[in-house]
């Protein structure tokens, strides 16, 4: 058995090496270490050709932290497992594992060089006609087929058990449905803000729809998701799209991985008057809006296809209870959507769209923005009956 060490970039040339059929001539190797945001280290591995692989290494703590952070390797594990498991059900939107190592807690995987990350792009005010069909696709793929619709009891539990992964769920727990509403030390609010962050702390009737929304998360394990999918989980060239980092990957209510995505899309709606001028900010917002609406529209109709097509369980076979669950989903969507809102303005996790607009106000005027309609989204969501509601209430809230 092999002794877990941190990987330094001889080792991670020697790793790459050892288990891909790429390379040969080890000499000819190099190394360059990645930034891979806050909690691992990543190294693409290249040979002289060009021909390029990812090492990504889980440390025993949040890398951007350090070891004040201690965390799971076991996250590496859980992170390969997903990964392979939806690229079962969805090959063309799952970035490729080629080999896990438990000991060293270590993945070799698919480098997407050519990609770049959906964020990043979506802040530069790019636009990709193919980002709603495609995540639909893999949302709908890798969620019904992980659900009880096709799962027997017995093999849905013991999947369950497999991916537990109870310290990186406290993670989302604590950031996303507890910290945001309380005056908590890990929080980061400007002070331009302060006043709405307060009243998001005594907002009782808020704070009672975030507890639900949080049992939810905590008791819902309907599908295997990936559990953090915001737009820098999302690689993206011209013609495709990829999902990479799914190390907080649990079984947990279909609506969350839904919500994430469908929030990071309208949190970038929010941030464009703060990024972009006004003419390329009107074009921006109309093609968020439109790629959210289409991916619930796809979304929903592929799980629809999905359940009357494709259920093994004679009893969730009932067109009124497949109905009834998928306006569920569309309910929890609305709600998760909210809080991924509200807990990258006021939480410790921030993100490019908002905290690289330069001109400070313009900045809180879209952190208030954000907030308002997070909260409305959380409110709202059991009242509103399809997309389109939910699109005019972002519309309204903008004028308003
Ligand atoms: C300490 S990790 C902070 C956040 O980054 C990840 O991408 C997750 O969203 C997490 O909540
Ligand atoms: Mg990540």
Not at 66 to 95: M, N, Q, Y
Request: aromatic share 10%; proline share 3%; charged share 25%.
């Amino acid at each position: 058995m092999t002794e877990y060490k941190t990987f330094k970039a001889d080792d991670a040339i020697a790793f790459a090496d050892g288990h891909s059929e790429l390379f040969g001539e080890h000499s000819k190797l190099s190394a360059e270490e990645m930034s891979d945001g806050e909690l691992n280290q990543v190294f693409r591995v290249e040979n002289d050709k060009g021909t390029s692989v990812i090492v990504k290494q889980a440390l025993p703590y949040a890398r951007w932290a350090g070891e004040s952070w201690p965390l799971t390797t076991d996250r590496a594990r859980i992170e390969a497992e997903v990964l392979k498991l939806h690229r079962r059900f969805c090959p063309e939107h799952t970035v490729e594992v080629h080999y896990f190592d438990p000991e060293a807690c270590a993945i070799l995987m698919e480098d997407l060089k050519a990609y770049r990350i959906l964020r990043t792009e979506l802040n530069a005010g790019k636009k990709f006609n193919h980002l709603a069909a495609q995540m639909a696709k893999y949302l709908a793929n890798t969620l019904f087929y992980t659900s009880d619709f096709v799962m027997s009891g017995e093999n849905k539990k013991a999947e369950v058990a497999r991916f537990l992964n109870p310290e990186m769920c406290l993670i989302t727990e604590d950031l996303v449905f507890t910290d945001p509403y309380f005056n908590h030390e890990r929080n980061n609010v400007e002070h331009s803000i302060l006043d709405k962050a307060k009243n998001l702390w005594h907002d009782e009737a808020l704070k009672a729809e975030v507890a639900m929304l949080k049992a939810g998360f905590l008791s819902k394990p309907q599908a295997l998701l990936h559990g953090d999918l915001h737009s820098g989980s999302i690689f993206i060239d011209e013609q495709s799209c990829k999902v990479i980092d799914a190390e907080f990957g649990f079984f947990g209510p279909v609506g969350f991985d839904v919500g994430s995505l469908l929030g990071n899309l309208l949190l970038n709606y929010l941030a464009s008057p703060g990024l972009h001028d006004a003419a390329d900010c009107s074009e921006q917002q109309a093609y968020l809006l439109d790629q959210a609406e289409q991916l619930w529209l796809q979304f929903s109709e592929t799980f629809s296809e999905l359940m009357r097509r494709e259920t093994e369980d004679p009893m969730l076979e009932s067109p009124i209870y497949q109905q009834k669950f998928l306006q569920q989903v569309f309910s929890d969507a609305t709600g998760y959507a909210g809080c991924e809102l509200i807990r990258r303005t006021v939480g410790l996790a921030q993100v490019a769209d908002i905290v690289t607009i330069s001109d400070a106000g313009k900045r809180a005027e879209c952190q208030l923005n954000v907030l308002k309609l997070g909260r409305e989204l959380i409110m709202q969501r059991n009242d509103l009956s399809n997309i389109s509601q939910l699109l005019n209430l972002v519309r309204y809230q903008q004028t308003d």
